[in-house]
């Protein structure tokens, strides 16, 4: 009789399971009417016992658990379903460590918005779940279950502001669109499971290279299915629709959640499957996720031209820079470790710029404070690129790291950040003879340059229209401060992301 119960690795699942616990506590004390202050320290102390747990994971072994017996199927080492290796860890942290950044620009707003502090701290926890067992998810099940575990909890977030009509199509617009993206991706999974007979990516992968020709078609497109399931939760073209109204409507950390822990998340999960469970079929999803790429980034850059709030110039920002995380993928088996490698670079980096731009529009936002007669209803109207003009010399602080991480998403000196990442994009896409992707590459590089400078710019021009005042609070000033620190060490010595990728692939 094989093995009915089996031991859990609890040091393996600790990350998530500390942020877990902690989600149930701030539910429990919002129960009993604990102070709400209590509940962002809650959230952020869990999140930080849970970002050392994986510093300390990165010194030990490989570990891994919920794993089939080893007899079966005739022997051969155990497949298991959640993995902690070198890339988990890595996008763990990158997760943990973002997260943190946002619970710091959720504590003004969840009180500006009316939200409750409560509800808001336990499905933003909970959707941290979600990303950090989705990143060590080595089965198709536990992948669509840590996916979902993850979107649901933000259609939430998205409506939780009280009152707000913006708010609600936005998150009805998610909704759909990810009920969409979760039903095209079940379905797909279950043709490679009809095709296979497995749901472990690591037994699936020689289940497609010795598939019968008759079931070949139906394993295409079941993986394509699967990849137009990612595609949604990343926004690539053609599934970006929801992005530029879901990041203006919901509150703003949440967009910045979903620009970088969510985008992380999602695009760790597409590596995933890509790499150890259909790498027989790169001929099939190489072609396509390297035609997405040249889409997605060239609709985003031209789109972002055409915006005039900083939101939706972040949002196509955003649409953009999937593109040039999604290149790396396209070359196939063709060097597939160093595209993962080089793919994960790119968005550890990424989560480090854009989420500082975020945080600095957050600050932006707290630190204008119209006449009294205004009200804070009209805080909205404070988002034209105009409106930046001449921040740099009412706030210098806020105005320089708001130019550099412009600077640093063009990818242009100073910026080192920026610059490497792209370049560490380009090598790879070269090296697996991708060269028409590396010319749209360049030629997108170059529209991205006109808008990130036109604000950039604005920053430094002289001061128009309203006055304000500067007034926000210490905890958006520690996220920026942050934010900027991380950009400045990684423009300062890049190779530490290098170093750390290494050994990814």
């Known amino acids: 009789m094989g093995q009915v119960i089996q031991s859990i690795d609890y040091a393996a699942v600790a990350p998530a399971l500390i942020v877990a616990l902690a989600a149930i506590g701030v539910l429990l004390a919002d129960a009993f009417d604990v102070p709400r202050r209590f509940a962002g320290l809650i959230s952020g102390g869990a999140l930080a016992a849970a970002l050392v747990s994986v510093v300390l994971l990165a010194f030990g072994d490989r570990r891994?658990?919920?794993?089939?017996?080893?007899?079966?199927?005739?022997?051969?080492?155990?497949?298991?379903?959640?993995?902690?290796?070198?890339?988990?860890?890595?996008?763990?942290?990158?997760v943990l460590a973002a997260a943190v950044i946002v619970?710091?620009?959720?504590?003004r707003e969840i009180v500006e918005g009316g939200?409750?502090?409560?509800?808001?701290?336990?499905?933003?926890?909970?959707?941290i779940v979600g990303a950090l067992s989705l990143v060590a998810a080595r089965d198709l099940v536990l992948l669509v279950v840590a996916l979902e575990t993850l979107s649901l909890p933000v259609f939430a977030l998205v409506a939780l502001k009280r009152y707000s009509g913006s708010g609600s199509e936005a998150a009805l617009k998610l909704f759909l669109v990810s009920v969409v993206s979760a039903a095209l991706m079940l379905f797909g999974i279950s043709l490679v499971y009809g095709a296979t007979g497995a749901m472990h990516l690591d037994r699936i992968a020689p289940a497609l290279d010795r598939l019968p020709g008759d079931l070949e078609p139906v394993a295409a497109a079941g993986i394509v299915l699967v990849l137009a399931g990612f595609a949604f939760k990343?926004?690539?073209?053609?599934?970006?629709?929801?992005?530029p109204d879901v990041y203006q409507g919901a509150p703003l950390p949440v967009a910045a959640f979903l620009s970088v822990v969510s985008k992380a998340a999602g695009f760790a999960g597409l590596a995933i499957v890509l790499?150890?469970?259909?790498p027989a079929y790169a001929h099939v999803w190489g072609p396509l996720i390297a035609l997405l790429?040249?889409?997605?980034?060239?609709?985003?850059?031209?789109?972002?031209?055409?915006q005039n709030t900083a939101i939706r110039l972040l949002a196509w920002s955003s649409v953009a820079q999937s593109g040039y995380m999604l290149a790396p993928l396209a070359v196939g088996t063709r060097r597939l470790p160093e595209a993962v490698a080089a793919t994960t670079a790119y968005v550890a980096l990424y989560a480090v710029m854009n989420l500082g731009a975020f945080a600095v529009v957050i600050a932006f936002r707290e630190r204008v404070q119209r006449s009294a007669a205004a009200g804070r209803a009209a805080a909205a109207e404070w988002d034209t690129l105009d409106d930046y003009r001449g921040l740099a010399r009412r706030s210098p602080a806020l105005g320089a790291a708001l130019a550099f991480f412009l600077i640093c998403l063009a990818g242009l000196p100073p910026g080192v950040m920026g610059l490497f990442a792209k370049v560490v994009v380009f090598r790879a896409v070269v090296a697996g003879d991708v060269t028409w992707l590396a010319v749209v590459m360049a030629v997108n590089t170059v529209i991205g340059l006109y808008y990130y400078l036109v604000w950039a710019v604005r920053l430094f021009t002289a001061p128009e229209g309203r006055p304000y005042e500067t007034s926000a609070g210490l905890p958006v000033r520690a996220a920026v401060a942050a934010a900027a620190a991380g950009a400045v060490v990684l423009s300062v010595a890049p190779q530490i992301v290098l170093q750390a990728v290494a050994s990814v692939g």
């Open 64 to 94: 891994a658990t919920f794993c089939l017996p080893g007899d079966l199927r005739g022997g051969g080492p155990r497949s298991c379903s959640y993995v902690v290796d070198d890339f988990t860890l890595l996008f763990q942290g990158v």
């Open 103 to 107: 619970v710091l620009l959720s504590l």
């Open 115 to 127: 939200m409750p502090t409560g509800e808001y701290h336990f499905l933003l926890l909970s959707a």
């Open 234 to 243: 990343v926004a690539a073209v053609p599934f970006h629709f929801w992005a």
């Open 275 to 278: 790499a150890l469970g259909f």
């Open 293 to 306: 790429a040249a889409l997605t980034m060239t609709l985003g850059n031209l789109m972002a031209l055409r």
